[in-house]
């Protein structure tokens, strides 16, 4: 299994056919799942990915235990906005509470659009907790850092 972070081909495309929206307002609703650390050697993750389901599929989603609930949490994200000639996206930092489990990555996906694949996020390490709060910071905002950035 190897999961690669990149924003998904799939998305690219679909963000020039309007799928997504982004607006913090009326916009759609995205969420972020966490990714066995020790997935089956079906899944590869990364730019390929299409949908929330090509993880699950594959039976390496995190299971509903350990404070984490199959799907993953909710995102609230800020309208999008531009600096120079990069635009970008940021999202809240969103936490799992009396968590034990270990994860590898995440992926992003829009339930408004049929859990259509934004991004997999490979952590670089098996990251694990017990008994405690997971916490994923998104980096900031800007131009050079942010998430999901358009160059």
């Excluded at 299994?1 to 924003?7: E, K, L, P, R, V």
């Excluded at 997504?20 to 650390?37: C, V």
């Excluded at 990364?46 to 390496?60: F, I, K, R």
């Excluded at 000639?85 to 270990?102: E, L, V």
Aim: net charge negative; aromatic share 10%.
């Amino acid at each position: 299994m190897a999961i690669t972070s990149a924003i998904c081909t799939s998305f690219k495309k679909e963000l020039l056919d309007g799928i997504h929206s982004f607006l913090a307002t009326g916009g759609d609703t995205y969420k972020i799942a966490l990714i066995k650390a020790q997935a089956s050697q079906a899944g590869t993750y990364g730019a390929a990915t299409t949908n929330y389901s090509d993880v699950t599929g594959n039976s390496d989603e995190l299971g509903a235990t350990g404070g984490y609930t199959t799907g993953g949490n909710t995102l609230t994200n800020i309208d999008p906005t531009s600096s120079g000639t990069t635009a970008f996206i940021d999202f809240s930092d969103t936490s799992w509470t009396s968590a034990t489990f270990t994860t590898r990555g995440c992926i992003i996906y829009n339930t408004s659009e049929s859990n259509k694949a934004v991004m997999v996020i490979d952590f670089g390490a098996d990251f694990s907790v017990s008994g405690g709060t997971f916490e994923i910071q998104f980096p900031t905002a800007d131009a050079t850092n942010a998430i999901l950035r358009i160059a």
